[in-house]
């Protein structure tokens, strides 16, 4: 079993930045994949970034390439996403996840388990 928790969300004015970061509680994990996730008010779930288990891949969405950063540290036990240029389309609760698989990341069926989740607001 994996518990997980986010912290590092907040106000910030578009264009600034935020570093996420989530805690996991299990031994094993670095034994798994790792995941952000973002949801809005009225808006489904949707993929934000991941990293394999080693750290050595990491994924993505259109959305936040070039701007975002995922990392972990399996010595510590915790992943981070480092997010510049924040837009207000960033805005939305952010959710770390973690996957025992090393396949098709961007869809949440693939995660096992989920932190609670950490607001995040970009103002105008």
């Known amino acids: 079993q994996v518990q997980l928790e986010e912290s590092g969300g907040g106000l910030v004015q578009a264009g600034g930045s935020l570093r996420l970061s989530c805690a996991a509680s299990?031994?094993?994990?670095?034994?798994?994949?790792m995941g952000w996730f973002r949801q809005a008010p009225g808006k489904e779930r949707e993929f934000v970034a991941a990293?394999?288990?080693?750290?050595?891949?990491?994924y993505y969405a259109d959305s936040v390439k070039g701007r975002f950063t995922i990392s972990r540290d399996n010595a510590k036990n915790m992943v981070f996403v480092q997010m510049n240029s924040l837009k207000p389309e960033d805005t939305g609760v952010y959710y770390c996840?973690?996957?025992?698989?090393?396949?098709?990341?961007?869809?949440?069926?693939?995660?096992?388990?989920w932190g609670q989740g950490t607001q995040v607001t970009v103002s105008s």
């Open positions: 996840a973690a996957s025992l698989y090393g396949r098709s990341l961007s869809t949440g069926l693939n995660y096992h388990y």
């Open positions: 299990g031994r094993t994990f670095s034994s798994y994949a």
């Open positions: 990293i394999s288990w080693s750290g050595g891949t990491t």
